[in-house]
């Protein structure tokens, strides 16, 4: 019997040596990830070197936010642009400006190890010049959205970009196939703001339309987000339009736009802001973007004018 224990001593030793390694190993392991130098091309083609993966972040556009809550860094977050409003946690982070005014001073105070915003955001070049890390990304199409997110896993050394890439995709997969045949085709205009300036073909709002199987009125050559004469959209004759609800109520108004066939029919989307939020920004949520399109087109959104 004493054999036998010991024996079974020396196992159960063993097992609690080896668990600890492993353990000690996994947690090598973290800590390594945590702390290798990070090297990644933003979409300016500049190289961002940073000697670990950044623990504070400012994000300058609602989407490039919501990416990076997405891939489970939300905490690392210390400042976002004054209309991220989605997840609810970063209504509480500091606000610091947008596009065209970002507060400079209040990024700097917040001490950020990389800043990402707009290619195109004035703010790039002047916290370039004060020392603070950025990363330039531009986002207009579906193809941008799938880069960003693949571009921030890398630079936050985070996994998972791709599987949540194929979320989306699947999610605006899954809208397209539950809109009836009868239904495809149905010809669209989406008025992103007064103007007007609506999303063509080639903006990613028009994408996600055409995946979901609409057809825009407004094509890709005319820019992602042109300004429209009026007239355009009387002679394009859309069977639905798609607005913002602070805008709908103005449609029949507008010179002409009386005789457009989705006036007439009172087939108009009136979106609301929330709901805006989620289509127009080319983000983790083109799933729900997708989905409330498919539902406009079905006649089933609510805010639907009657």
Request: aromatic share 4%.
């Amino acid at each position: 019997m004493r054999a036998r224990d010991a024996d079974v001593g020396g196992t159960s030793h063993d097992f609690e040596g080896n668990t600890v390694k492993k353990l000690g190993a996994l947690l090598l392991w973290a800590w390594a990830l945590a702390c290798h130098a990070v090297q990644v091309v933003d979409d300016r083609g500049v190289a961002i070197d940073l000697p670990r993966p950044p623990q504070r972040v400012v994000t300058l556009l609602p989407s490039l936010t919501e990416t990076v809550c997405e891939l489970g860094a939300c905490d690392r977050l210390v400042g976002v642009d004054n209309y991220s409003n989605w997840p609810a946690a970063v209504t509480r982070l500091p606000h610091v400006g947008g596009l065209d005014d970002a507060n400079i001073e209040r990024i700097v105070a917040l001490k950020p190890d990389l800043v990402m915003l707009s290619a195109s955001a004035r703010a790039l070049g002047r916290l370039e010049s004060l020392g603070i890390p950025v990363m330039g990304l531009e986002l207009k199409t579906l193809a941008d959205v799938r880069r960003v997110l693949g571009k921030t896993g890398e630079v936050l050394g985070v996994a998972g970009a791709e599987r949540v890439w194929e979320r989306i995709n699947a999610g605006v997969e899954a809208a397209a196939r539950n809109l009836p045949q009868s239904l495809r085709g149905t010809s669209v205009y989406f008025e992103v703001s007064n103007g007007p300036y609506a999303a063509s073909e080639s903006s990613h709002i028009g994408e996600v339309l055409a995946r979901v199987g609409a057809a825009n009125v407004v094509p890709g050559r005319l820019g992602t987000v042109p300004k429209l004469n009026p007239e355009f959209v009387v002679r394009a004759d859309p069977q639905v339009i798609m607005v913002a609800e602070r805008d709908a109520s103005t449609l029949p108004t507008r010179p002409g736009w009386s005789r457009i066939r989705a006036v007439r029919e009172g087939r108009i989307c009136a979106f609301t802001a929330a709901q805006g939020d989620i289509i127009v920004r080319p983000g983790p949520r083109l799933a729900e973007s997708a989905q409330l399109m498919a539902d406009c087109l079905q006649g089933r959104l609510r805010g639907r004018a009657p």
